[in-house]
T-cell receptor, first 111, second 116 residues
Framework: GNSVTQMEGPVTLSEEAFLTINCTYT??????LFWYVQYPGEGLQLLLK?????DKGSNKGFEATYRKETTSFHLEKGSVQVSDSAVYFC??????????FGKGTKLTVNP | GAGVSQSPSNKVTEKGKDVELRCDPI?????LYWYRQSLGQGLEFLIY????????KSGLPSDRFSAERTGGSVSTLTIQRTQQEDSAVYLC??????????????FGPGTRLTVL
């Protein structure tokens, strides 16, 4: 079946630290891959996406590369800020329209 | 422009009662989705509309759950005879076309349902 596995949190970092949140997937066909973010008290919003192998999605200093050979879409940021504290969800659309989500990773960035 | 809106933002009901949750998608978006977010199950897909039709209802957990969409716009999710396990945040999303799996889905703020 289609599934997404992402690293369990919570993750706590100091400001300006490097961030990696691992995400791997299982899917039939060629899924599109997404990272969504949920800031405290707010709704889910798209952070970045990639629709084919080797594509790199980027936004707000975050990046993720669609790696078909390792079925991965790891999220990275070189220098996190306090304002990046949120829950991050990796997700895919497995050739259909519904999003299949990972369980989410809570990130806390301390000043 | 206006985003996806949902009402009510919070709903507390008693076990066995019926509830209706409403979603107003972004104007012009043909695709609409319902998801459920709960502590135990994470984010789960419920149903997808393309226009007024629902080609994928595979995520509806039981026949107590139903949804409709009228005029290619507003959607209502109805839960009959609510149970405590229905307590969750119900999220609605819309996207421009909803084809090919590449569209960005824009989410509303959700309705928090508590079944006592």
């Amino acid at each position: 079946g289609n599934s997404v596995t992402q690293m369990e949190g919570p993750v706590t970092l100091s400001e300006e630290a490097f961030l990696t949140i691992n995400c791997t997937y299982t899917a039939t066909g060629y899924p599109s891959l997404f990272w969504y973010v949920q800031y405290p008290g707010e709704g889910l919003q798209l952070l970045l996406k990639a629709t084919k192998a080797d594509d790199k999605g980027s936004n707000k200093g975050f990046e993720a590369t669609y790696r078909k050979e390792t079925t991965s879409f790891h999220l990275e940021k070189g220098s996190v800020q306090v304002s990046d504290s949120a829950v991050y969800f990796c997700a895919l659309t497995p050739g259909s329209e519904k999003l299949v989500f990972g369980k989410g990773t809570k990130l806390t960035v301390n000043p | 422009g206006a985003g996806v809106s949902q009402s009510p933002s919070n709903k507390v009901t008693e076990k066995g009662k019926d509830v209706e949750l409403r979603c107003d998608p972004i104007s012009g978006h043909t695709a609409l989705y319902w998801y459920r977010q709960s502590l135990g199950q994470g984010l789960e897909f419920l149903i997808y509309f393309q226009g007024n039709s629902a080609p994928d209802k595979s995520g509806l957990p039981s026949d107590r759950f139903s949804a409709e969409r009228t005029g290619g716009s507003v959607s209502t999710l109805t839960i009959q005879r609510t149970q405590q396990e229905d307590s969750a945040v119900y999220l609605c999303a819309s996207s421009r076309k909803g084809t090919g799996g590449t569209d960005t889905q824009y989410f509303g703020p959700g309705t928090r349902l508590t079944v006592l």
